[in-house]
């Protein structure tokens, strides 16, 4: 097919809620390592990965070949049966667990681990009613889109009911006109009284992302969650911390996400990075929470062959490798010249996030924090015509995600900086 014929077959074809970032969609026909081509021989410098999913970089060597050998072995098998790819995953995920004895359950994608944790929890504690964040995206089902604290993505009117959504810690635009640390953290010491009054005050639990992708990349302080697990397990929830897109050393020198604010969970679900892009979804639970579901459950694709000889090459080669350790260092180098960014730009409002996992907000005023929704979108364009690829999100829609694989180097952070920065000297221009 032709680049023309794969847009107007993507337009006649598919739903119309299959959007683009950009007024003329991007066709994509290979990668490599940092790097994505697109049909008319241009090439890209990666810096959102997918989504977070490409951790060790496009069709990575390693993976790569550990997956062929698979295909040509043993390509697929149900959970009614047992396979060496998914004990094996099963093993290595237990060995890196928040604690011992964990158990694991393979799905197809985040929304399906989230839909295993929210059961898991229920089944754990008897109760129904789960408490989510504002700003949180959690999937795409009935479920998780009920446990999404953004309208932009709840969709219809078959939502779910059991869900309560508490104040996230979003310092740069605070809900109640604080500023930390002076807040003493009311946004996280709020969840009493919330579960108080719009709870029956027995909760299953608290879903919440370490660090809020679609939301923004809003990122906690180190308090917050100590704070809410300890509210949380105060009315016999457990805690899930969804790191579909923060495990796997993503926010640098730990494992999990939740790591970084000294939490350990009692449920952990990941997807997107785990396979370096191929379908997985993983829900990890202790023990005893693992074994409260006495029913029983099957998935026809997860936990199968291939994905999971992906994701134990991944995990392999992040641990042998240190990546999470060099998410560490050059996201600090990141962090640094998107600050020296801020500076120069009066477009850009805020900077967070941890590791390789970055963001700016940008905004019209600095004062009046007001968004700028229209400049993101230029400088999202700008962004393609100087060759690069970084993601959108945002309750307004005005926050660029920043997210390389976790195998970069400092010459691919100066040569993102240096192409963001035309970007955002276009944008501004135009």
């Given at each position: 097919?032709?680049k ?13 809620c299959?959007?683009h ?6 066709v ?28 060790v ?7 790569n ?16 049966f047992a396979?060496?790819?998914?004990a ?18 393979f ?20 109760s129904?009613e ?9 999937g ?22 059991g ?7 979003y ?6 006109g604080?500023?930390y640390p002076n ?5 996280a010491t ?15 639990g608290?879903?919440a992302?370490p ?10 302080p ?20 969804d ?30 990075g ?10 990890s639970?202790r ?5 409260s ?12 062959p291939?994905?999971t ?6 995990l392999?080669l992040i ?8 998410a ?8 640094e ?5 801020q ?5 850009i409002?805020d ?8 963001a700016?907000?940008l ?37 660029l ?8 180097m400092?010459g ?5 900086l ?7 000297t276009?944008?501004?221009?135009s």
């Open positions: 097919m032709t023309e014929e794969i847009i107007l077959a993507q337009q006649d074809c598919l739903f119309p299959v959007f970032y950009y007024g003329e969609p991007l994509l026909v290979r990668a490599k390592d940092q790097y994505v081509w697109d049909a008319d021989g241009n090439e890209y410098l990666d810096f959102f990965g997918g989504i977070l999913t490409v951790s970089g496009h069709c990575n060597d390693r993976v070949a550990a997956v062929h050998k698979q295909l040509d072995t043993l390509q697929h098998a149900s959970t009614v396979t060496e790819p998914q094996a995953l099963a093993r290595t995920i237990s060995s890196i667990a928040p604690g011992p004895g964990w158990k694991s359950f799905t197809n994608s985040g929304t399906e681990a989230n839909e295993t944790a929210v059961m898991a929890a229920r089944c754990y504690t008897g129904d789960m408490i989510a964040l504002r700003y949180s995206y959690h795409r089902s009935a479920l998780t889109m009920a446990g999404t604290g953004n309208a932009t993505w709840r969709i219809g009117p078959a939502l779910q009911a869900f309560v959504h508490a104040h996230n810690a310092c740069y635009r605070c809900s109640f604080l500023t807040c003493e953290l009311r946004c709020d969840l009493d009284e919330l579960i108080r009054t719009s709870t029956n005050g027995r909760i299953a608290l879903i992302e660090i809020q992708g679609v939301g923004g990349f809003i990122t906690p180190r308090e917050y969650f100590g704070i809410v697990a300890e509210i949380v397990r105060k009315y016999g929830g457990v805690v899930i911390s790191e579909v897109q923060t495990a796997w050393g993503r926010t640098g020198d730990r494992m999990w996400g939740m790591a970084q604010y000294g939490v350990v969970p009692d449920v952990i679900t990941s997807a997107k785990l396979a370096n892009g191929l379908p997985i979804g993983l829900t639970a023990a005893e929470i693992a074994d579901i006495k029913k029983l459950s099957i998935s026809t694709f997860g936990g199968g291939i994905a000889t992906a994701a134990k090459a991944v392999d641990v042998e490798e240190k990546l999470s350790s060099n560490a260092v050059m996201g600090t180098y990141l962090r010249g998107l600050l020296v960014l500076e120069k730009h009066p477009l409002g900077v967070r996030g941890m590791g390789l996992m970055q700016v907000e905004v019209r005023d600095r004062k009046t924090k007001e968004p700028a929704t229209a400049e993101t979108v230029r400088v999202m364009e700008a962004a393609r015509d100087q060759r690069l690829l970084i993601g959108r999100g945002g309750l307004s829609g005005n926050c995600r920043i997210s390389p694989p976790l195998n970069i400092r691919d952070v100066d040569s993102f240096d192409r963001f920065d035309r970007s955002l276009v944008a501004a221009l």
